[in-house]
């Protein structure tokens, strides 16, 4: 079955950098557009980004682009997101999520981000 | 695109139906006749998990007392008889138009 899991997070202060992975398994990771979803604490859901099944289209949400960087890596069957010049706002749990004709189909158990001096 | 979902909280007698509505600010439409508008379930301390996608199809092994409809920019969920491992937030998506947005979310709770 389709596992997910993200690894990465933990406490940083703000204007750091902090990268995010997801180890996919379970499906061909190669063939999939891949997401991260964010969940701030007690809020709903915000999507942060994409990135298509080969890694040639990357697409970001408003309040991270230019900041946050996603990538995969298809021989490690790896999701990545690069979090640069943090604020306090990005705190929140980060989830992996696999795409399957633009529903996301599978989440991973999301690992927690805190951006606190 | 904003999702606009209502009610922000339904309580409801288990065995009752139980509707969500989600209204989107553009036509979900998208070039190609699909249209990408996605329900999840979030049950509480659960990441969420996806019910329905592109309006009306359910996901693998979602029962079958969870339906959706609409078209254009007003979309519904059904739940037809609440169980107790129904409580939780359901949200809607719209995946049409980059960047993805979701609803506020309906908390669903048992009276």
């Known amino acids: 079955q389709v596992q997910l899991v993200e690894s990465g997070g933990g406490v940083v202060q703000p204007g750091r950098s902090l990268r995010l992975s997801c180890a996919a398994s379970?499906?061909?990771?190669?063939?999939?557009?891949m997401h991260w979803v964010r969940q701030a604490p007690g809020k709903g859901l915000e999507w942060v980004a994409v990135?298509?099944?080969?890694?040639?289209?990357?697409y970001y949400g408003d309040s991270v682009e230019g900041r946050f960087t996603i990538s995969r890596d298809n021989s490690k069957d790896t999701l990545y997101l690069q979090m640069n010049s943090l604020r306090v706002e990005d705190t929140a749990v980060y989830y992996c999520?696999?795409?399957?004709?633009?529903?996301?189909?599978?989440w991973g158990q999301g690992t927690p981000v805190t951006v606190s001096s | 695109i904003v999702m606009t979902q209502t009610p922000p909280s339904s309580p409801v007698t288990l065995g009752q139906a139980a509707s969500i509505s989600c209204r989107s600010s553009q036509s979900l439409v998208h070039t190609d006749g699909n249209t990408y508008l996605s329900w999840l379930q979030q049950r509480p301390g659960q990441p969420p998990r996806l019910l329905i996608y592109?309006?009306?199809n359910r996901f693998s092994g979602v029962p079958d007392r969870f339906s959706g409809s609409g078209a254009g920019t007003d979309f519904t969920l059904k739940i037809s008889r609440v169980e107790a491992e129904d409580v939780g937030v359901y949200y809607c998506m719209q995946a049409t138009h980059f960047p993805v947005t979701f609803g506020g979310g309906t908390k669903v709770e048992i009276k």
């Open positions: 592109k309006i009306s």
């Open positions: 999520v696999k795409d399957e004709w633009l529903a996301l189909d599978s």
């Open positions: 379970g499906f061909t990771f190669r063939l999939y557009g």
């Open positions: 990135i298509s099944f080969d890694g040639s289209y990357e």
